[in-house]
């Protein structure tokens, strides 16, 4: 693979190579593009908070208890 740079405007999801690249028309091509920071997207950031869970897998039982009896073993 080889790359080239070349700048272009992009209409309705459509990019146009530029015509000195005509060889590239039916090919397959790994494409990388950089836009400038005014269109970059908004990505929402995921929240991690789980304090709004409800764990049950400890619920009828001491967890702690159960910890303390594994450490024994060692």
């Known amino acids: 693979m080889y790359a080239i740079e070349f700048e272009t405007d992009i209409k309705d999801g459509v990019l146009r ?3 000195k690249y005509r060889q590239l028309k039916d090919g397959h091509a790994r494409v990388v593009i950089m836009v400038q920071e005014d269109l970059k997207p908004e990505i929402e950031e995921l929240s991690l ?3 709004g869970c409800e764990v ?3 619920s ?3 967890a702690l208890k159960i910890q303390r ?3 024994d073993e060692w």
């Open 60 to 62: 009828n039982i001491d």
């Open 49 to 51: 908070d789980l304090s």
């Open 69 to 71: 009896e594994m450490r």
């Open 56 to 58: 049950q897998a400890f």
């Open 17 to 19: 190579i530029p015509e």
